[in-house]
Nanobody, 122 residues
Framework: QVQLVESGGGLVQAGGSMRLSCAAS?????SGWFRQAPGKEREFVAA????????YYADSVKGRFTISRDNAKNAVYLQMNSLAAEDTAVYYC??????????????????WGQGTQVTVSS
């Protein structure tokens, strides 16, 4: 069982930046970030393979967000730039213990963090 703990959320002004961190208690083969806004379904944001050489992004964040990982620390990061009000959500770190065909389907992730609130004020 792998435990995930997110940190780094908070309040930021539109156009600002924020970095989220996710600390894992063990190794995972793929990590991802998802977010859920009030009244909406959980949506995929970004994912990264264990090697760190392959990354995936939702179209809505491409060019603004960057996912990275530090395997020595079992940590995954989400650098968010040019934040907008529509980025406001609870952000969740997730991980797979085995690589599945989908990197964007939350049902394919078997470990989840508790979530961290990101609020962007306009």
């Amino acid at each position: 069982q792998v435990q995930l703990v997110e940190s780094g959320g908070g309040l930021v002004q539109a156009g600002g930046s924020m970095r989220l961190s996710c600390a894992a208690s063990g190794r995972t083969v793929r990590s991802g970030w998802f977010r859920q806004a009030p009244g909406k379904e959980r949506e995929f944001v970004a994912a990264i393979r264990w090697t760190g050489t392959t990354t995936y992004y939702a179209d809505s964040v491409k060019g603004r967000f960057t996912i990275s990982r530090d395997n020595a620390k079992n940590a995954v990061y989400l650098q968010m730039n040019s934040l907008a009000a529509e980025d406001t959500a609870v952000y969740y770190c997730a991980a797979q213990s085995a690589v599945s065909a989908s990197y964007s389907d939350p049902l394919q992730y078997n470990y989840w963090g508790q979530g961290t609130q990101v609020t962007v004020s306009s």
